[in-house]
């Protein structure tokens, strides 16, 4: 067989598709695995988005072809959302741009803007669909540190002129993955500052600005004046609505981003089953009260995990936002891969090494809260008496 393009041949396999076999290797023995390694929502959507999405479904003509980059009620409904949830005005016809999941718009993005030997810079740790896609563009990338000490928020000041000069993409995520970190409207201010300054895209991932707790409300970059002229912003009904496997999402923000990745997209794709999409208008439309129900059921997972973790040893914050708490390890270990290959194999608790998201991750774990409460509990206590006994 021909041998595949030098990109693909060397890029690693996705983390949690590996996990998954091993995983499957040891459920094959018995063991009763528990996984908070993941962040696939285990509740269901509200059920009126569920009887959308069928009632259009049984209309014969909504099984073609859907509009390329989203059908108009979709996009007014994303631009609907925007105004209610951050007052930002979005113009539905040039601001918007329908997904198949926030996370194919993020690797397209590369695509779209990046030549060869291109510098992108990405925070540390990422999101590694931010890295795969910089690299499958044969782009070259800086990283940018997420420190406890700068509340895991990049310094802009740390980048070279050099280095901000040739920059061309910047990734930011907040509520950030992995670290829970937020970020503020004044943060996100100096980074549309660095961008103007440089000629710089800005890229910001934002799927868990609806998951937030304790009365906190995560703003997004687009509030800041000026950050549609070097920001778009990708956001998605995953982590919001509980739709993850639904595969629906959007990118907002500048008009030529959005321009020139829908006629990426157009090359590639076929736009969204259009049941889909009314289900997605409906969600975004809709009664939003059920939401702050569903946050108290991940807040109080939250704590459960926060709280373990701190009387097991780790160094942790108790995270504001996302799905994720990010636990430094205790001072006996010093390999988070080693120390959650022998947890899972051990305990059968799953937990993901920091090191999965960058460098900067290499002392630390992610713990995900996207499983039953009583299931958490489990596998905390598990965790607590393995650590008791090393």
Known sequence: MKQPSKTVANLKPYFFAGLKTVIAELQAKGMDIIRLDMGSPDLPPASFIIETMVESARNPKKHGYSPAGGSPGFLKAVSTYYKRRFD????????????????EGLFNLNHTFLNPG?????????????????????????????????????????????????????????????????????????????????????????PYCDLCFDGYEAPSILEVEGAKDVAVEFNSLSKTYNMAGWRIGMAVGNKEAIRLLANYKSQIDSSIF??????GQAALTSDQSWLEGRNKIYEERRNVVYQGLKEAGFEVDLPKAALYVWAKLPPKFNDPVKFCADLLNDTGVSMTPGVVYGPSG?????????????????????LKAWIAKQ
């Open 88 to 103: 930002v005005d979005i113009d539905p016809n040039t601001e918007a741009l329908a997904l198949i999941g926030s996370k």
């Open 118 to 206: 291109d510098m992108v810079l990405l925070p540390d740790p990422y999101y590694p669909v931010y890295l795969s896609g910089a690299k499958l563009a044969d782009a070259r990338y800086h990283f940018m540190p997420l420190l406890k000490e700068n509340d895991f928020l990049p310094d802009f000041d740390a980048i070279s002129e050099e280095v901000a000069k040739e920059a061309k993409i910047m990734w930011l995520n907040y509520p950030n993955n992995p670290t829970g970190a937020v970020a503020g409207l004044d943060f996100y201010k100096k980074a549309v500052d660095f961008a103007k300054k440089y000629d710089i895209l800005i890229a910001h991932d934002a």
């Open 274 to 279: 259009m049941p889909i999409m009314d289900a």
């Open 362 to 382: 290499k002392d630390y774990i992610r713990i995900s809260i996207v499983i039953p409460t009583d299931r958490i509990a489990e596998a905390i206590d598990r």
